[in-house]
């Protein structure tokens, strides 16, 4: 190409740095603010031309700036985050926007820059609710944990494990915070009753909306169809995030991704061994989890691995490892389906092992 750039990007400003290999020109600065408005501007300078890269680290914001980049007919790069640091080497000066913008463009310009997949736009929006679910369900869980915490604070007796899925027993938790909680802890009950309701509610119309995206989705359908306790959530992120011809070269570097691979000593890192690296989307190495804690059922067909791991070491670890082999048989399934894993409708001949009943 050209002209290869590297764009920075920040909440405040993108930065950029460029070179003409023709004339080599080399030109930096900034466009701020950082939106699309301001960088449709700046972009105008390079249209008509197709011979303009421009390298972006998948970090928060390249949605947007590559979107822009496609629209003005620039060719953009989406770098994946750690890999770019790590071609950085050893640190040697202060990391400053001029600095990363410039590492971007030498990464591109040699062909070294470790690329990521670009989803379409459709994929994108899916991880966007997907997030937003599971955004959701941690409040959820938040405000549980915190009914608990003042009825525990202040003495009173403990919640039975079903007081609030039930009607009753939301009506008796009432009446134990009418009789055993001070004004303001009543109070405090109230209103973390009031917001689960509201998330509750929120999370019901997700989850319809979840449903119906992974019934249109290929991979999701097969992944549910095939694999022992993924649902259509988690066949659905499954598929956002690991979908595509080509997307792993093998399925333990899919188990990296999901961040479930346990980390080794390293010289040049302070975090301990024996850990989860937890690198990766968070959404889909929660949905694996808690698809992996399904084989703690009896009925499950690898019963018999997770009682064996969850009588050796715990529970945690047998659905980790459980969680492990989703990823894995889920990376084999989507590589076997190709492209059509994506967004496609599922024809009968394309059902592998047969459609389903």
Known sequence: MP?????DIHRKQLTFDYLDTVTGEVKRGQVAPADRAHLRAW?????GRDDVAFAVEGCTGWRYVAEELAAAGVAAHVGEPADTAAARGRKRHAKTDKTDSRHLRRLLAEGRLPEC???????LEYRAL??????L?????AWVQRIHAVFFHQGAPALGEGAL?????????????????????????????????AVEARMEMLRAQLRD????????????????GVGPVTALALTCWLGGAGRFSSSRKAVRFTGLDVTVWSSDRKGPPGRLSRQGPPVLRWAVYEAGKTHARSSAPDH???????????????ALSEARKIVRQACHILTELGAVSRCRPLRAHQWPGGRPD
């Open 43 to 47: 972009l105008a300078r390079f249209a």
């Open 213 to 228: 995206a992974a019934r249109h989705l290929t991979g999701a359908k097969v992944l549910a169809a095939r694999l022992y």
């Open 3 to 7: 002209i290869v750039g590297g764009l």
């Open 165 to 197: 899925r039930t009607e009753p027993g939301l009506e008796a938790l009432r009446a134990a915070a009418a009789a055993c909680l001070s004004p303001a802890g009543q109070l405090q009950v109230a209103t973390a009753l009031d917001m689960l309701a």
């Open 117 to 123: 997949w670009v989803p379409p736009a459709q994929i």
């Open 304 to 318: 018999g691995y997770y009682a064996t791991v969850a009588d050796r070491k715990n529970s945690k670890r047998a």
């Open 130 to 135: 997907l997030e937003t679910y599971h955004d």
């Open 137 to 141: 369900r941690a409040a959820h869980t």
